[in-house]
């Protein structure tokens, strides 16, 4: 491990992973690493790309990108929307055509005589619509601020920061309040600062020390191999850490307030053929003057629904800077949200990318010693071996992520019976061994789409007879109790 623990990954436990030319005979199986390229886009000379900087989102830049070698590479740039003169820097389809995700940054609150276009316009808009069908945003913002005195005199008397950009972005913006204070009291944010000492909690020191506030994560039932008294659970995949579940966040003085939509037209929300997939507040935080619990992430799966990714945070303070600084470099708690941050970029990638990402997983793994030298053994022994080595460098959920890449809502993967991922990795790492030794032979050999498809099958008929057999089993033993009680002692 190198400096900040456990949640970079080590090279060494990757081992050799191969790379292979047009002509090699395991070509056809061949998947690169890929790059996943990430805008900051920002409306505020205050959001910088370094790490000095308060608003600076260099730290957050850095830890995305030293933090997690194994999915993917990733690059970040940043661009402000004024940085050459008023709107100088639009999000056009030109622009956005380079980017997987964007992650808003705005701090301005609404177009002003001045500046006519502090907000998206109907074009850009337009663009994001059309690159949101598989790109994937972070929307953020801050709390209220009172309207400036030049905005239109018909707004709200409290605009939230970040309203400018953020409020007209197709299905995201829709997922933060914009508008007025967070709720019915007169104060105009939420409070998750941590006491520490006699610091007085409304102090913005505590936003830059080592203490982080202690998130409450929403629960997926994994109880459909269990009955109800020995259920699982699992976090969303964005709080899923290696070890344990992300349970920790940077805190602040004045976060804002996300949203759920009352209603889902299905020109903005639209549907899927497993139903229409809906945001919901994956992880809650407390503020500290009333005890109040409150949305602080929200996420929206559009995969299941053929569109890209939406996740909204309560505040860009999760992300900057001056709200980073205060944790060691090795602190667990820095650790954890590094992870985060990692979770975040994979999360929001196109499927593109992370169909890659799933090819480029199979690939090592199917030269990885340990997994080869349980080829010939059953695939549940294939699996368990492989499961071993990939728990060295992934979540529980990234593994899940992994094993199932279908965008099914999650209804529908809490509700059926599915197969250990333990035995579909040995189902599928079986079918490529088995086509890299057909192709080295001379023979016809499926392709990675059709080997992970066999592999599935494989599993889930394996799976099904397993579970025929336990039936049958049980019965037996109904049988022997009921032979038992008519005999007696």
């Not at 994937?136 to 239109?152: E, M």
């Not at 995201?172 to 007169?186: H, S, V, Y």
Request: with cysteine; aromatic share 10%; charged share 20%.
């Amino acid at each position: 491990m190198s400096e900040g623990g456990r949640a970079m990954v080590d090279e060494r436990l990757l081992g050799e992973i191969p790379t292979v030319a047009e002509g090699h005979v395991r070509f056809p199986w061949f998947c690169p690493k890929p790059t996943v390229r990430i805008l900051f886009y920002t409306d505020d000379a205050s959001v910088q790309l370094n790490t000095t900087s308060s608003f600076g989102v260099g730290m957050l830049r850095d830890l995305v990108v030293s933090r997690n070698t194994f999915y993917a590479t990733f690059q970040v740039d940043l661009v402000n929307r004024h940085a050459s003169g008023h709107a100088s820097d639009k999000l056009t389809a030109a622009l956005l055509v380079a980017y997987d995700q964007v992650w808003f940054f705005g701090v301005r609150q609404c177009n002003l005589p001045a500046e006519p276009e502090n907000e998206l316009t109907p074009a850009e808009v337009a663009d994001l619509e059309a690159w949101m069908g598989t790109g994937g945003v972070l929307i953020t913002g801050d709390h209220a601020n009172p309207r400036p005195p030049a905005a239109d005199p018909g707004l709200d008397q409290l605009l939230n920061l970040g309203r400018a950009l953020g409020r007209n972005v197709p299905r995201a913006g829709q997922l933060r309040r914009w508008e007025g204070a967070p709720d019915a009291t007169i104060q105009g944010s939420h409070n998750t600062q941590v006491p520490v000492g006699a610091t007085d909690i409304n102090s913005l020191a505590l936003q830059s020390d080592a203490t982080p506030q202690q998130l409450i994560l929403r629960r997926y039932s994994l109880g459909w191999q269990f009955p109800p008294w020995l259920r699982r659970w699992r976090p969303h995949p964005l709080f899923c850490g290696r070890q344990a579940p992300i349970t920790v966040f940077p805190d602040h003085m004045h976060e804002g307030q996300l949203e759920i939509p009352a209603s889902f037209p299905a020109a903005s929300w639209p549907s899927g053929p497993w139903g229409q997939p809906r945001p919901e507040i994956v992880a809650s935080g407390t503020d500290k003057r009333n005890g109040s619990v409150y949305g602080v992430v929200t996420a929206y799966d559009g995969s299941a629904a053929g569109v890209g990714r939406v996740v909204a945070d309560s505040t860009w303070h999760h992300y900057f800077n001056i709200n980073l600084v205060g944790f060691p470099p090795a602190d667990p708690a820095l650790d954890e949200i590094a992870a985060y941050f990692v979770n975040l970029a994979v999360w929001l990638s196109p499927p593109s990318k992370r169909h890659a990402m799933r090819c480029w997983v199979w690939w090592w793994l199917a030269h990885n010693p340990t997994v080869v030298m349980a080829f010939r053994h059953p695939i549940v022994i294939l699996g368990l071996n492989a499961y071993n080595v990939l728990g060295q460098v992934a979540s529980q959920c990234e593994i899940t992520e992994l094993v199932w890449p279908f965008p099914w809502v999650v209804e529908i993967r809490e509700r059926f019976p599915w197969p250990p991922e333990e035995l579909v990795i040995g189902g599928v790492l079986h079918q490529y061994l088995e086509a890299f030794e057909r192709a080295e032979t001379g023979d016809d050999a499926p392709g990675p789409d059709e080997v992970v498809a066999r592999g599935l099958e494989q599993a889930v008929e394996n799976y099904v007879g397993e579970l025929r057999t336990t039936a049958e089993a049980a019965q037996e033993v109904g049988r022997l109790l009921a032979e038992a009680h008519e005999f007696g002692p």
